[in-house]
């Protein structure tokens, strides 16, 4: 019945704090108060006081008592595909090069490669109707007798498989900027010499192994992309929305 009692109490306190009838900063009723208020035990205030702090809704204060937080409201997620995720479809994949190299300095030190290992470089362009809309860059580890297979590499998200055989276990990050883009970026995509371009870098780790099994530019003009992003209505660092 306790745990029963902890969790309504729990849920009241969050109805109060959602609809604002306590307000970040406010100081929560003591724990007498909350014992008298809802007939239970310290024991069950106090476990209730917990969840609704390992939560994120309040915090202590040690020798003053619990306070309502002040929630995080300029953290921002968003949803994003490079291949599925832009204003237009992809219906082309053409592959420019494939090349098994020494990479620079940087992609060596980003992928991690062990001593004299060579890396595998990938550059295609995307067309929609017929049209180039996207050049994409790409660093892989190369691993000997694991040859690339190029017929696989013109397909768009040829590394689905692989996200899907270790979709708990991926981790990706991304960086976005509006750039110039380069000479060779500008003349694959036929853009004129005013033209911006999104510069999307992306870097794919498997969190088990800490491997990386990826490093990509994807350059793609803002006419073809959109990014939108809304306040998460969940977040593993527990602050409320």
Same mark, same amino acid.
């Given at each position: ?5 902890? =969790? ?13 009838? =306590? %307000? ?9 108060a ?14 209730? =006081?917990?969840?609704?702090s /390992? ?5 202590s204060? $040690? ?16 949803? +994003? ?10 219906? !082309? ?7 098994? =190299? +020494? &990479?620079?300095?940087r ?24 049209? !180039? #809309? ?20 013109? +397909?768009? /998200?040829?590394?689905? &498989?692989?996200e ?10 991304? /960086? #976005? ?15 004129? !010499?005013?033209? $911006? ?9 498997? !969190? ?7 490093y990509?530019? +994807?350059?793609?003009? &803002? ?8 306040? &998460? %209505?969940?977040?593993?660092? %527990?602050?409320?929305?």
């Open positions: 019945m306790s745990d029963v009692l902890y =969790l309504a109490i729990v849920a009241s306190l969050k109805d109060k704090i959602l609809k604002s009838q =306590l %307000k970040p900063g406010d100081m929560l009723n003591s724990e007498t909350l014992m008298s208020e809802y007939s239970a035990s310290r024991m069950t205030i106090r476990k209730s =006081l917990s969840l609704l /390992n939560e994120g809704y309040i915090y204060v $040690p020798g003053k008592g619990n306070f309502v937080c002040k929630p995080e409201v300029d953290i921002f997620q968003f949803k +994003f595909n490079k291949y599925d995720g832009l204003n237009t479809h992809i219906d !082309e994949v053409k592959l420019i090069s494939v090349k098994v =190299l +020494f &990479p620079s300095k992609i060596d030190r980003i992928l991690v490669l062990e001593e004299n290992q060579k890396a595998v470089e990938v550059k295609r362009i995307l067309f929609s109707d017929h049209k !180039e #809309i996207a050049m994409e860059i790409i660093y892989l580890p190369y691993v000997h007798h694991q040859p690339v297979i190029e017929d696989m590499l013109k +397909f768009a /998200n040829y590394l689905k &498989p692989v899907e055989k270790l979709a708990f276990v991926l981790d990706k990050s991304l /960086n #976005i900027t509006v750039t110039m883009p380069s000479e060779e970026i500008r003349e694959k995509l036929n853009l004129d !010499e005013r033209d $911006p371009v999104f510069e999307i870098t992306e870097i794919i780790k498997n !969190e088990a192994t800490l491997k990386i099994l990826e990509a530019w +994807f350059y793609v003009s &803002p006419k073809y992309l959109t990014i939108k992003a809304s306040t &998460p %209505k969940d977040s593993d660092d %527990k602050r409320i929305f």
